[in-house]
């Protein structure tokens, strides 16, 4: 009987091996175990904290959706879902108006453009505590060189309270992820720029189209399912940000720019209540799931794909 099962076992295996999609999902089980590991497990397990009143060192109870209830009446936590959705939305804007801007200009002939483009990826490439650091001492209340430089020219008389002051730190925090998320967006539309053919905007150049219509009619048409994309992965970055401001302000003055995931964090770990803390970061979910369904939708539509309307 065993004889028979093993040369079944072997020839099995050998179907498999020689069959593309069974080959295929051989090489999917690594990635398959890993996301299964180290992202579905610590998910369904954010999801029954949130359910439970659990706390660092103490095995919760179920509590259904008291977490949850609270949540909903915390001042605290209405504020950071302000500060999440303002901080995300001023950022993103700001981040893809430059990108793209940068990436039109290293788009064109220009002299060191190889130069120029491996210099615009160093803020995205320095570690995100790095540049924290390197904000957190442009930003000192003493010795900001951005007050100093103001002082000097005479625009102002005191240095500027950028992180003690609440509209300060909001703006101050806004700017360091702008300046950190740029690259990713220029270098990612310029690689759609790349595939756009040249013949297009050189016939449109011909028949007497000024550079706004080439750009509106022929570039960003064709540039659109990219800047869907970029734009998805940007969004995502943002809203889920996390060591930028935990480094900058910890979500002060006055929690003024505590957005979900530092509060999540501040709830759980040091406060101890980890139920409330996961209940935070599941919150998070839907925003992060209309982010990606508004991509995903978007690059469903063929004629948006093509730059016509539906």
Known sequence: MSSTAAPARQSRLARLSQSRNGLGILFMVPAAAFLLCFLTYPLFLGVWLGFTDTTIGRTGVFIGLENYAWLFDDPVFWLSVYNTVLYTTVASVLKFGLGLWLALILNEHLPFKTFFRAIILLPWVVPTVLSALAFWWIYDSQFSIISWVLMQWGWIDAPINF???????????????????????????????????QSLNEAAALDGA?????????????????????????????????????????????????????????????????????????????????????????????KWQQGGAD
């Open 163 to 197: 992180l003690g002051d609440p509209n300060n730190a909001r703006a101050s925090v806004i700017a360091a992820n702008v300046w950190r998320g740029i690259p990713f967006v220029a270098i990612s539309l310029l690689a759609g720029l790349q595939t756009i053919p």
């Open 210 to 302: 000024t550079s706004w219509q080439r750009f509106s009619k022929i570039t960003l048409p064709l540039l659109t399912p990219i800047i869907a994309v970029v734009m998805t992965f940007s969004v995502l970055f943002t809203f889920t940000d996390f060591q930028l401001i935990y480094v900058l302000t910890r979500g002060g003055p006055v929690n003024a720019t505590h957005l979900m995931a530092t509060l999540s964090f501040q709830r759980a770990i040091p406060g101890g209540q980890l139920g409330e803390g996961a209940a935070i970061a599941v919150a998070m979910i839907p925003f992060l799931l209309a982010a990606i369904l508004f991509s995903f939708f978007g690059l469903q539509r063929r």
